[in-house]
T-cell receptor, first 115, second 112 residues
Framework: DAGVIQSPRHEVTEMGQEVTLRCKPI?????LFWYRQTMMRGLELLIY????????DSGMPEDRFSAKMPNASFSTLKIQPSEPRDSAVYFC?????????????FGPGTRLLVL | GENVEQHPSTLSVQEGDSAVIKCTYS??????FPWYKQELGKRPQLIID?????GEKKDQRIAVTLNKTAKHFSLHITETQPEDSAVYFC???????????FGKGTLLTVNP
């Protein structure tokens, strides 16, 4: 299995631009998680999906952030408009999604820099 | 699994010594406690986990202990090696959702 796949791996953009991050979970996994990691705030859960349905989006910072999961093999996290404080590493993770005691497998992350 | 406190934030040991990282949590419904290791520039990766029906689990040089009464769990690494140097995160989950709540991380440095 290829593991969780994320793209792009690096993104540099200017303030005000739209940013779209992509994730392909491990095949057969039904839960998908989006995290943001910064030095100041650590690893924060933004949103998670189970069976393509958003279950908890309480970690989404504000309306500039949105996430979708149109099918079991693809999810996007969009920031519009982007701001310098959004600069971080964004991780996608997936798990089997049948219980609350499962390993989450992380993707390689997307390093976002907003100038 | 809301609110996980992790200590220390940094830990420096000599090669061959033991390292202990501790976490406390507040949600009594928590029943799953994984530990992740993140090397510089890499993704977090699971190294060991424990579930609430077990008090201790060991895998070679790594062990985790859980005290549900006191609501704390710990990671123990024995005979540390330079390649153990990384940031270690504790986490927990439980109740009616699948999300993990992570501690702030511990930067472990093993000096040769």
């Amino acid at each position: 299995d290829a593991g969780v796949i994320q793209s792009p791996r690096h993104e540099v953009t200017e303030m005000g631009q739209e940013v779209t991050l992509r994730c392909k979970p491990i095949s057969g996994h039904n839960s998908l998680f989006w995290y943001r990691q910064t030095m100041m705030r650590g690893l924060e859960l933004l949103i998670y999906f189970n069976n393509n349905v958003p279950i908890d989006d309480s970690g989404m910072p504000e309306d500039r952030f949105s996430a979708k999961m149109p099918n079991a093999s693809f999810s996007t996290l969009k920031i519009q408009p982007s701001e310098p404080r959004d600069s971080a590493v964004y991780f996608c993770a997936s798990s089997i999604g049948t219980s609350d005691q499962e390993t989450q497998y992380f993707g390689p992350g997307t390093r976002l820099l907003v100038l | 699994g809301e609110n996980v406190e992790q200590h220390p934030s940094t830990l420096s040991v000599q090669e061959g010594d033991s390292a202990v990282i501790k976490c406390t949590y507040s949600d009594s419904a928590s029943n799953y406690f994984p530990w992740y290791k993140q090397e510089l520039g890499k993704r977090p990766q699971l190294i060991i986990d424990i579930r609430s029906n077990v008090g201790e689990k060991k895998d070679q040089r790594i062990a985790v202990t859980l005290n549900k009464t006191a609501k704390h769990f710990s990671l123990h690494i024995t005979e540390t090696q330079p390649e153990d140097s990384a940031v270690y995160f504790c986490a927990n989950s439980g109740g009616c959702n699948y999300k993990l709540t992570f501690g702030k991380g511990t930067l472990l440095t093993v000096n040769p």
